[in-house]
């Protein structure tokens, strides 16, 4: 039989930067009040969130793409000559095709890109970055810009109080390369298909979860996720320095952050709580919650952050970085 050849990649891969942005308007929790049978108290108790940022018609999931991808490359010093794949992990284009990647290599500049979105629902971005980081060990690609960018106002019905009060708009990205030493970590990824009907587009419209089914497997599957990424990593809990689960809600959130310390997660472990100002954006929450925490100087370049996203599918994924 013919042997082919085979292509040889890095001996390891790391984040080389970061970038994210968000929607000039902000919507409160009272201005939501004021279209709908819910209250701030509520909102806050129940779900966490305080403010979100709403896109209007005028700035779309590719426009929000391009500009966290941009800052990104610019956060790793890099040009976009030095980048030759795209991913954009998101479940909100308004259309099957065209994909979102093609046009945001374009606009950023990468020439003949290799690109595609990935939907894992607000697990995306942590499957993303695992087959950008497998790509460039497997020598398929140099290296990878991967944009989490969701325009969910698109597909929640403004006057549904379950979802209206959850979701927002924005963008997160991260530049991944080649490094002698790993920096991100083998993932840890799953699904659960047989509760496919606990999130799901109605009439392929508008989101509808069961939302307590939701919290309740959330709750209960998604620590342990995160403490197989540790373990794969070869880590343990007590190494962890920050914490970032994909912001779908901070009981949630918190939860989760519970379990690992039993487990023998830190006190002093950051635990995100990016979901007060910024709501559930779906595969868009976890590097928008790494850069923000970067910027507050709560992630600070070689820490050890566990990150995990779940979401429709249901599926879910997680893995151990270093922080850039
Ligand atoms: O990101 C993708 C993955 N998604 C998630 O992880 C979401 C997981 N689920 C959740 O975060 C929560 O289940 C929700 C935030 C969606 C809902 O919170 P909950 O605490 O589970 O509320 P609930 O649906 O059980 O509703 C409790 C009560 C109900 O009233 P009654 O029947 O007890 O009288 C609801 O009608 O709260 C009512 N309610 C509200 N009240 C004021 C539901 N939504 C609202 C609202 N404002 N916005």
């Given at each position: 039989?013919?042997?082919?050849?085979?292509?040889?990649?890095?001996?390891?891969?790391?984040?080389?930067?970061?970038?994210?942005?968000?929607?000039?308007?902000?919507?409160?929790?009272?201005?939501?009040?004021?279209?709908?049978?819910?209250?701030?108290?509520?909102?806050?108790?129940?779900?966490?969130?305080?403010?979100?940022?709403?896109?209007?018609?005028?700035?779309?999931?590719?426009?929000?793409?391009?500009?966290?991808?941009?800052?990104?490359?610019?956060?790793?010093?890099?040009?976009?000559?030095?980048?030759?794949?795209?991913?954009?992990p998101?479940?909100?284009?308004?259309?099957?095709?065209?994909?979102?990647?093609?046009?945001?290599?374009?606009?950023?500049?990468?020439?003949?890109?290799?690109?595609?979105?990935?939907?894992a629902a607000c697990a995306g971005f942590c499957y993303?970055?695992?087959?950008?980081?497998?790509?460039?060990?497997?020598?398929?690609?140099?290296?990878?810009?991967?944009?989490g960018?969701?325009?969910?106002?698109?597909?929640?019905?403004?006057?549904?109080?379950?979802?209206?009060?959850?979701?927002?708009?924005?963008?997160?990205?991260?530049?991944?390369?080649?490094?002698?030493?790993?920096?991100?970590?083998?993932?840890?990824w799953?699904?659960?298909?047989?509760?496919?009907?606990?999130?799901?587009?109605?009439?392929?419209?508008?989101?509808?979860?069961?939302?307590?089914?939701?919290?309740?497997?959330?709750?209960?599957?998604i620590?342990?996720?995160?403490?197989?990424?540790?373990?794969?990593?070869?880590?343990?809990?007590?190494?962890?320095?920050?914490?970032?689960p994909h912001?779908a809600?901070?009981?949630?959130?918190?939860?989760?952050?519970?379990?690992?310390?039993?487990?023998?997660?830190?006190?002093?472990?950051?635990?995100?709580?990016?979901?007060?100002?910024?709501?559930?954006?779906s595969s868009?929450s976890i590097?928008?919650?790494?850069?923000?925490?970067?910027?507050?100087?709560?992630?600070?370049?070689?820490?050890?952050?566990?990150i995990v996203g779940f979401g429709?599918?249901?599926s879910y994924a997680g893995?151990?970085?270093?922080?850039?």
């Open positions: 039989m013919t042997a082919l050849k085979q292509l040889s990649g890095a001996p390891a891969t790391r984040i080389l930067g970061v970038g994210s942005t968000q929607p000039d308007t902000v919507v409160t929790n009272d201005d939501l009040a004021s279209r709908m049978d819910t209250n701030d108290q509520w909102i806050r108790e129940r779900v966490g969130i305080v403010e979100r940022r709403f896109a209007g018609p005028e700035v779309s999931l590719v426009d929000m793409a391009v500009e966290a991808g941009t800052r990104a490359l610019a956060d790793a010093g890099l040009t976009a000559a030095e980048v030759d794949t795209v991913i954009v998101n479940c909100t284009m308004p259309a099957p095709i065209p994909n979102a990647a093609a046009q945001v290599a374009d606009r950023i500049g990468i020439q003949a890109a290799g690109a595609f979105d990935l939907n993303a970055l695992g087959v950008a980081s497998d790509l460039i060990k497997a020598g398929s690609a140099g290296t990878v810009l991967v944009i960018s969701e325009k969910l106002t698109d597909v929640v019905d403004p006057y549904d109080r379950a979802n209206a009060i959850i979701f927002a708009d924005g963008a997160g990205a991260a530049v991944v390369g080649a490094a002698e030493q790993p920096e991100i970590g083998p993932v840890s799953g699904s659960a298909g047989d509760l496919v009907d606990t999130i799901y587009m109605r009439d392929h419209r508008y989101i509808y979860q069961e939302g307590q089914a939701v919290f309740r497997w959330a709750t209960t599957k620590a342990p996720v995160a403490l197989r990424a540790v373990e794969a990593a070869g880590l343990s809990a007590a190494d962890v320095d920050a914490l970032i912001q809600n901070l009981r949630i959130v918190e939860a989760i952050g519970k379990r690992l310390r039993t487990h023998g997660a830190r006190e002093d472990m950051v635990v995100a709580d990016d979901i007060v100002y910024s709501g559930n954006t868009a590097p928008m919650a790494l850069d923000h925490m970067r910027v507050k100087g709560q992630v600070t370049k070689g820490d050890v952050v566990l429709a599918g249901l893995q151990v970085i270093i922080a850039p």
